[in-house]
């Protein structure tokens, strides 16, 4: 005899899940102040899959599906889908100001006053909010490694 037991899964389980598949960008393209925001909004029923660029269409079905709505791709108007992107600083360029480290969600940059920043390319997760906070346009994206 097999016995089916059905197994609730909390609020707190739910959004650990939904977190867990985004990227932690904590880009805020969702139009939250990052991932976990975001992954609270989808539990809750606020939000819908389809706001998170960084993970393409391919998050949004996982998301979906979790879930247990219907696919659908991401949202266009949000941004564009570009895996696999991370900042690069100029350094020839770079004044010091450190505006691109404040900017950083992830801390992947850094550097002190007046002197040339870097970016930590396996901390990058190609947010690209350092790109308009450089008031001299020294950061510029590549292709390099996925991140950590």
């Known amino acids: 005899m097999h016995y089916h037991r059905s197994v609730a899964i909390t609020m707190q389980d739910l959004v650990e899940r939904l977190d867990r598949l985004l990227p932690q960008t904590q880009c805020g393209q969702c139009g939250y102040a990052g991932c976990r925001p975001y992954a609270e909004a ?19 079905l996982a998301l979906a599906a979790l879930l247990g709505r219907p696919p659908r791709s991401y949202d266009r108007s949000r941004g564009v889908y570009r895996p696999g ?19 950083c969600p992830v801390d992947a940059i850094i550097g002190g006053a007046k002197h040339m920043h870097t970016v930590i390319e396996p ?9 308009p906070a450089c008031p001299v346009d020294c950061i510029v994206m590549v292709s390099g490694a996925q991140p950590l």
Do not use: F, Y
């Not at 539990?43 to 998050?59: I, N, T, Y």
């Not at 992107?85 to 900017?103: F, H, M, R, Y």
């Not at 901390?123 to 790109?131: K, N």
């Open 42 to 60: 989808m539990a809750a029923g606020e939000a819908d899959v389809d706001r998170c660029p960084p993970g393409g269409d391919h998050g949004a």
């Open 85 to 103: 992107e991370v900042a690069l600083v100029v350094e020839d360029d770079c004044i010091g100001c450190t505006k691109c480290i404040q900017a």
């Open 123 to 131: 901390l990058c997760t190609g947010c690209e909010l350092c790109v």
